[in-house]
């Protein structure tokens, strides 16, 4: 892995190339490639690892055991996820992590800091990085939870949409999600997230094509 890149990550933030290579070599980093589709973490087992997405992208979801599907996040590229189970290696996951797409991830076996009775600075750093890791964590977790606040289903049209587009600073953008995996992610049934959507594109609230998106801005005069 190169260390100039792993340098523009969070987790390294404000570290030199050797507390890079000590953190590594400690922490037991690896890369490994998965196929789309494919479950790499599962519920009910416990990790030490964090992942890091390199190429490609991932999401978090809670399978149940009659097939019922919510996706609780989607992380991409320079992202992170299963940094909390890795700090908190006795607790079993109650999430999957599956590859979105062809992913290239980073490991790190970050639950060996707690392990290790070497004193190095590189530690301390880590820490404050996973600190703001997990903040940025929360809010992305906090913004589903008012995705999926409204009870009707525009409403969580609306309330994702929204939240993209001031993301993106642009009222067009596109989604991570296809509609089957939008549709997981807000709690709603396909069929009759589809319709509203139509509904919505029929009276001039937005114009939608598969991922890509427009949100149409009332007219003042009206």
Sequence with gaps: MDIAKLQKNMIFKGMADPEILSALSELRAFEKQYKKGSIFLHAGDTTKKMGLVLEGSVTIESNDMWGNR??????????????TYALLPDEVMLVDVRANEDCRIFFIYIGYLFESRTSATWKE??????????????????????????KSC???????LNTVSQQKHSLEFDIPFDRQQLADYLNLERTNMSKELSRMRDEGIIECRKSHFRLIQPDPKE
């Design 70 to 83: 919510t996706i609780l996040s989607h992380v991409g590229a320079g992202q992170y996820f299963a940094e």
């Design 125 to 150: 750093k880590i820490l404050k990085n996973l600190l703001l890791i997990s903040s940025h964590k929360n809010l992305t977790l906090s913004g589903r939870s008012f995705h999926t606040s409204p």
């Design 154 to 160: 525009r409403g969580r049209l609306l309330a994702y």
